[in-house]
């Protein structure tokens, strides 16, 4: 059963905008406008103008074409859905595999739009012997660096990841993640990468190309991670396609399937409010039933990332993670995104 949109903040007896607004979303997502009198009527707006405005709003053109598009949407809805359960007809798990070859990667996975785990990929990379903190503050201790702080305090750190950025010298940092034991109060993110490519740029020596799945560059391209035990990235998707390499300690991740959309609450961009330790079932009870792939990446294993997928990731130890996305195959997922992120 439909449940109604929570009632807006306006004051009691004033048929504001918001009250407006509040009555057309109900109505569009087809609640009986006899459902809207209790609200109405217990927010202190007379009867007589609660009944002519909910009739007002049934009559608007308006609200006709927006249901019109909702049913647009609601058939869009129904062959996702198809996906959905098609999907759930596997079993719930990553698969690892060995040295996967290009023609198996593109046809089982990145076709298909399925996370694996690949190993063995990494076994010469001198990042793999070379990377920890002291090789860090060894070689790169006085470089200015850019970190996410106060994350603790604001529990939209990543959507407000702009206001945590903190400048600091990386041996700083490094002293920082090596006395810290376990916590998410700072972490040095992609978010952070357009200044810590160019103060880094050395670590990349360290790092392979991946010609199997990735383009070849002249210069290096990715992005680089390194924090503390007990760092996590809350449920997100990204829009691409990504490669999680790990080549210091170990990550805990939680992937939720593209095609699980409808039932993850997503409100703003690629964000939502489930949290990934603990779903609240009782303020999110469609996600019941959503598929939940677990696993622990291991240094030397690279995640693939399908473009969509819900992610949650816990940094089990001090870890260093790179990630890329620049596949060999189409990877523009990003340039049809919708311009609004308020959904």
Request: proline residues 6%; glycine residues 6%.
């Amino acid at each position: 059963m439909y449940r109604l949109r929570a009632a807006p903040s306006a004051p009691p007896n004033e048929l504001s905008h918001e009250w407006r607004r509040w009555i057309a979303e109900n109505l569009i997502l087809g609640s009986h406008p006899a459902g809207l009198m209790p609200v109405l009527l217990q927010a202190g707006i007379a009867e007589g103008d609660a009944l002519a405005e909910i009739e007002q709003a049934l009559r608007s053109p308006y609200i006709e074409g927006a249901v019109r598009l909702k049913s647009r949407l609601a058939k869009r809805d129904w062959v996702i859905d198809i996906y959905r359960k098609l999907n759930r007809l596997g079993e719930p798990r990553i698969e690892r595999r060995h040295r996967l070859s290009t023609e198996q990667f593109l046809s089982d996975y990145y076709r298909r739009n399925e996370p694996v785990i690949i190993t063995g990929m990494m076994d010469d990379w001198p990042a793999m012997a070379k990377w920890n903190l002291d090789y860090f503050k060894e070689g790169y201790a006085g470089r200015e660096v850019e970190v996410q702080f106060g994350r603790d305090a604001d529990q939209d750190y990543e959507m407000n990841s702009i206001a945590h950025k903190r400048k600091m010298a990386f041996g700083d940092y490094v002293d920082l993640v090596r006395q810290a034991g376990h916590t998410n109060d700072f972490y040095m993110t992609a978010n952070n990468d357009s200044l810590n490519r160019q103060a880094l740029t050395e670590l990349w020596d360290d790092i392979g190309q991946l010609p199997e799945y990735l383009k070849r560059e002249a210069q290096p391209r990715g992005f680089f991670w390194l924090g503390p035990a007990g760092t996590v990235t809350p449920f997100h998707h990204d829009l691409t396609n990504n490669f999680m390499a790990q080549v210091l300690g170990r990550k805990r991740l939680r992937i939720i399937p593209a095609c699980e959309v409808s039932r993850m609450y997503n409100q703003r961009h690629c964000f939502t409010p489930l949290d990934g330790r603990n779903i609240d079932l009782q303020r999110f009870p469609l996600a019941a039933d959503v598929q939940v792939l677990e696993c622990v990446l291991e240094p030397g294993e690279i995640l693939f990332l399908p473009v969509g997928c819900w992610h949650f990731v816990e940094g089990l130890d001090v870890s260093a993670t790179v990630a890329f996305t620049n596949f060999r195959w189409d990877n523009d997922f990003y340039s049809n995104y919708p311009s609004k992120h308020d959904f």
